[in-house]
């Protein structure tokens, strides 16, 4: 992995990429097109079997059968060949929900959890989102941009090639900038492309407890305008949620940062229904998150507004809940899924969106080819990049997986194994897994 990374570095400086040929393809898995999914149109994908991906000056130029490209382009002497062993070779990952610059950990909370107390227990009792904060402010700008660094490498192997990355472990001015400089860091010498996210919305410090409003102060009148002035983040994000921050401090929040040029995105309904996925139609927002709690009122709203929901199995799954947000619900009344990791130390600490599909499948209900549409093409949309990756598709950037299976299947079938052999970013090979010698 770290070769590849030094690798993209050089050929980046020198302003020249070869060509990349990707053949010996069982099968292209692949959404089409360049906006969001929604309906029946999520669960159709193309899928071509015995197929090649040429990659030129770091775009797809063809993408279909090997036969077809011999008959189109003759036999491309001089380019690189990547055999792809018969695998099947589907878009990068895009992980459209993290929150990765984070310093500490909390493993003691995992096992309080196992052991019968709830996330909101543990978080009433100190734990929880400030404990994070509280190690965070102490980590260095130079350390968090190195764990960041260190998860992207897993996520990588994983076959995750863009995602977003969301402050909101600092809760101050300084420790809000910090992250947001550690995420613009990382991002500059690693292969997974990053699109930053100010979440200075995400609980109230200590220090401003008892005076809420001073936070919310600090937020709008400091807080934005620091970041928008350095250039540090797309998006602004808030957690709307009973307890956290009501419908009306979310809203401030968030038109104060559109104001500065950050689009929105929201934390939504993930415990009970606070009226946030109403709020994201209201606004307009790219995406309302987790939705676990939704109301009808609110899918309605959603589905009418073209609001992306970006479900987070992932969630569910380590805090040992039983419910699930009601992705079917959601797609029968024409709301674009897309599906995320939530990477974080408290409620999901994972950087693998392979198990994140596979919980899309068993735990959400959707199709094989719905889940790969949400974790791709319709993640893509949710952060404003669907005209550039998200499908393997002429013209689309060449950020690709090569999966060690027969066809798409198997992202399911196949469960519990990573089977990602090969990433490819902007047509060249940035990771390679290791693969055991056979012997006779």
């Not at 990374?5 to 050929?11: H, I, K, T, V």
């Not at 490209?69 to 990068?92: C, K, N």
């Not at 897309?338 to 408290?346: E, Q």
């Not at 549409?373 to 393997?392: D, H, P, Q, W």
Request: hydrophobic share 40%; net charge negative.
């Amino acid at each position: 992995m770290t070769a590849g990374r030094r690798r993209r570095g050089r050929l980046a400086k020198l302003g020249r990429v070869p060509d990349l040929l990707i053949h010996n393809i069982s099968e292209i898995a692949s959404p089409t097109g360049t906006t969001a999914r929604r309906g029946p149109e999520q669960g159709r994908v193309w899928r071509i079997a015995d197929a090649e991906v040429l990659c030129r000056d770091g775009r797809i130029a063809f993408a279909g059968s090997g036969e077809e490209r011999r008959s189109r382009l003759g036999d491309l002497e001089g380019v690189e060949r990547l055999d792809a062993g018969g695998g099947t070779v589907i878009p990068g990952f895009v992980d459209p929900h993290t929150h990765l610059p984070w310093a500490g950990s909390r493993e003691q909370e995992f096992a309080q959890r196992l052991a019968g107390k709830t996330y909101m227990e543990i978080a009433a009792a100190g734990g929880g989102i400030l404990s994070t904060v509280n190690a965070t402010r102490t980590a260095s700008e130079k350390e968090l941009a190195a764990r960041v660094s260190e998860r992207l490498d897993w996520m990588l192997g994983c076959g995750t090639t863009t995602a977003e990355a969301k402050s909101g472990y600092g809760l101050s001015t300084a420790d809000e900038l910090k992250q947001l400089r550690a995420i613009r860091a990382a991002a500059a010498s690693h292969p997974v492309d990053l699109v930053p996210t100010l979440m200075a919305a995400h609980e109230v410090p200590p220090e401003h407890r008892e005076q809420r409003e001073r936070y919310l102060d600090l937020i709008c009148e400091e807080i934005i305008p620091a970041v928008a002035e350095q250039g540090l983040a797309v998006f602004s994000d808030a957690f709307c949620e009973h307890g956290v921050f009501s419908v009306d401090e979310s809203r401030r929040v968030l038109v104060a940062a559109r104001a500065h040029g950050m689009l929105p995105r929201l934390h939504a309904d993930e415990f009970v229904d606070s009226g946030g996925a109403e709020l994201a139609a209201e606004l307009g927002a790219l995406s309302a998150d987790h939705l676990i709690a939704i109301s009808e009122a609110g899918i309605d709203a959603m589905a009418a507004a073209g609001i992306i929901a970006t479900l987070l199995p992932g969630t569910s799954f380590f805090l040992m809940k039983h419910t699930y947000a009601p992705a079917r619900r959601m797609i029968d009344a024409g709301v674009p899924i897309a599906l995320a990791t939530d990477c974080n130390p408290g409620s999901s600490f994972t950087e693998s969106m392979p198990m994140v599909f596979v919980l899309a499948v068993f735990e959400l209900g959707l199709s094989i080819e719905e889940a790969l549409t949400g974790a791709t093409l319709n993640a893509a949309c949710s952060l404003g990049l669907g005209e550039r990756i998200g499908s393997v598709e002429s013209g689309k950037q060449a950020d690709l997986v090569v999966l060690d299976a027969p066809n798409l299947l198997h992202l399911a079938y196949h469960y519990g194994v990573n089977l990602v052999t090969t990433v490819v970013k902007g047509g060249e090979v940035v990771h390679r897994a290791g693969r055991r010698e056979r012997t006779a």
